[in-house]
């Protein structure tokens, strides 16, 4: 059979059949590429998915810390100016109430 073949490619160059052979070899690999790629496509396209949800879901969670974290902070800052107003009420009747403490202490 292969001394068929070559009797029959006699006349034709040797540069065409290796072209030819080489776009024969190609087109079954990309073939084959195919069939073995197109599995880890997919895993790595439910990995994406997976990974885009995770992320929302952590850009959510974080959202809510901040959202958190400011509440606490305003909470914390109404606390703080109410005990600075405590503190300046209580320094305020502490200088009003001396000269009294001082004119008993003078009388006794």
Do not use: C, W, Y
């Not at 195919?34 to 879901?57: I, K």
């Amino acid at each position: 059979m292969l001394e068929r073949i070559l009797q029959e490619l006699h006349g034709v160059p040797i540069v065409l059949i290796s072209i030819g052979v080489m776009v024969f070899l190609i087109l079954v690999g990309e073939a084959l590429k195919g069939v073995f790629t197109r599995p880890h496509n997919r895993r790595d396209m439910r990995a994406v998915n997976d990974l885009e949800t995770e992320v929302g879901s952590l850009t959510a969670e974080m959202k809510e810390l901040r959202d958190m974290v400011t509440q606490h902070s305003m909470s914390l800052q109404q606390n703080v100016d109410s005990l600075a107003h405590r503190v300046d009420s209580l320094e305020n009747n502490r200088t009003e109430s001396e000269p009294i403490q001082q004119r008993l202490g003078a009388e006794g």
